[in-house]
């Protein structure tokens, strides 16, 4: 692990116009995640978590303040810049798991893989192992209708990580889920952190599955308050 | 890009909304083309009725209408004597007298419709070429020679106008003596009698026109006769250039037929464009997903692109199936005439683009609506 951290937010602040009024979910704020951390963010409603989650995997840009991921400082980026970027260095994992319904757990899989350079070959043997890792290797050729919500968030934990991005973003990935399924979510990503290296930004309202992380940061009103 | 199945399952993720886009588009693309095939055929039954060679003489100030036009008898003989450059046919000029008249005739059994009289004498084969008779022969006193359309005209069957068979004029029952062709214009929906009977029926001792066909000789020749024959009051128009004025008249009808067509198309266009519209933006979420995994907004729309022409021209391949089936070859009448709905390679042509361009700009409400919105925003969307 390096000494830089992996993620740098400085003095990162967003705000957005809602009819008459400005809206600033984030304010101010600073971070540093180094590599491979398990960094859970939690906080009441309306508190900037999946702003800053969204800025971080950079499907959005912040209003000021300079943001790294990396090597790169994504508040340079365009948003089409911003969308290769997002291609080969972030997986995320969503709370409704956000699964293409008429695409096999395979071909879904399959989507990040298509916008490299592999071969088809490559890619099976890629799926094959995310799957093996999600423990789905039998349910490749399943639709999203025929799996349960926990097998549906692998799917898309599988997804997230098959084209082996540094950095896994979860917004409230067991948020759907029964207890059961949510902690065996939770091994896994702390698998994917211990055992991968993975850098993972993980945005929860539930106090035991922030427990799984590393780090568990406190938002309220656009700012960290622990 | 996003895999062409992807393109191919998103069709079929609601039959009922796909077979009502593809019935959309079928509809839009069919009402084109019948429209285009409509004017078509009427354009090319004009254009092709009229021979640049031939000349008219008619009645001055009849120059619009060939049924109006008055002609002295003698003008027939006088034009043939002294125009210059007249086709010459075993020492007989290509000079015809003709009476054109338009009045109901009644068929054997009983149906009594509009048809287009014409009296002639056999010169007149020396001047419409066209004219070829398929059966029997050409018609003397009591008979009358029909145009192989002439019962898509009356609206009867084709059986009723054969030869041997009669039709009633007026007091008159007359013994169809012969069919004729004459491809691609209209004397083919004609009914053409002796001119003599006519001349009696119709109680006139005036011809309608004299049609002259030249060899050496040019319109300026024919137009220089009727200024020296002033006494006659004839004016010369060439016959092409007379149905090009008539196909000119015709021009409101053949625009009522594109907006006719348009605005029904419009419908079922708008029918078509809302189901697209309610497909795709039930699918925000799931392309907003696409684009946060890093596939970019031109990737998706090319892929919609793709899913919008498979559904449209399918559409257009139905359109086109019953088109062949259904009106290629048809025959429609008009006042003076009958022409044939054909799917012409123009016609094929227009229908593929009316399907290829409803399929890229039908969809650019929808995409507009579904990619548009910022990326964290689609995230959240149902």
Known sequence: MSDSPFIKIEQVSKSFQKGKATITPLENLSLEVPRGEFLALMGPSGSGKTTLLNLVAGIDSPTSGSLWVGERELTTLKRGQLTKWRASHVGYIFQLYHLVPILSAYENIELPLLLTSLSKRDRRTRIEAALDLVGLSNRATHRPTELSGGQEQRVAIARAIVHDPELLVADEPTGDLDRESADSILQLLSRLSKEHGKTIVMVTHDPRAAEAADRTLHLEKGKLTR | ?382
């Open chain 2, 1 to 382: 890009m996003l895999p062409f199945t992807y393109a191919v399952r998103n069709l079929f993720r609601d039959p009922s909304r796909l077979l009502q886009t593809v019935g959309g588009a079928g509809l839009v693309v069919f009402l084109l083309m019948t429209a285009a095939a409509f004017n078509e055929g009427m354009s090319s039954v004009l254009s092709g009725s009229g021979s640049p060679k031939n000349v008219i003489l008619l009645g001055t100030g009849s120059e619009e209408s060939l049924e109006r036009s008055e002609v002295h008898l003698e003008a027939e003989d006088i034009a043939a004597t002294s125009v210059k450059g007249i086709e010459q046919k075993l020492g007989r000029a290509a000079v015809s007298g003709e009476i054109t008249y338009q009045a109901p005739v009644e068929t054997e059994s009983g149906v009594k419709e509009q048809a287009i009289l014409r009296g002639v004498l056999e010169d007149a084969l020396l001047v419409h070429r066209a004219v070829e008779l398929e059966t029997g022969n050409f018609p003397g006193p009591g008979q009358v020679m029909v145009g192989r359309l002439a019962h898509r005209k009356l609206g009867v069957a084709e059986e009723e106008l054969a030869t041997g068979r009669s039709i009633r004029f007026g007091d008159a029952t007359l013994t169809v003596s012969g069919i004729f062709a004459a491809p691609g214009t209209v004397l083919e929906s004609e009914i053409w009698f002796d001119r003599n009977d006519l001349a009696t029926l119709t109680q006139r001792d005036t011809l309608s026109a004299v049609y002259l066909r030249l060899d050496q000789g040019k319109w300026e020749d024919v137009n220089v006769f009727t200024l020296q024959r002033n006494d006659l009051e004839l004016t010369a128009i060439r016959e092409d250039r007379y149905y090009e004025k008539l196909a000119a008249f015709y021009q409101p009808i053949q625009v009522m037929t594109w907006l006719t067509a348009g605005l029904v198309a419009a419908g079922a266009l708008f029918g078509g464009l809302n189901t697209l519209y309610a497909a795709f933006a039930s699918r925000i979420r799931e392309l907003a997903t696409l684009q946060s995994i890093g596939f970019t907004r031109v990737a998706i729309f090319l892929s919609l692109v793709q899913e919008s022409l498979l559904a449209t021209l399918t559409g257009t391949l139905l359109a086109l199936l019953v088109g062949y089936f259904w009106i290629d070859g048809t025959a429609v009448p008009f006042s003076i005439g009958t022409f044939h709905l054909d799917l012409s390679p123009a016609v094929i042509l227009t229908g593929v683009a009316v399907g290829i361009l409803l399929g890229i700009i039908g969809i650019l409400p929808p995409v507009w609506r579904t990619l548009s919105p910022a990326l964290p925003k689609a995230l959240r969307s149902q």
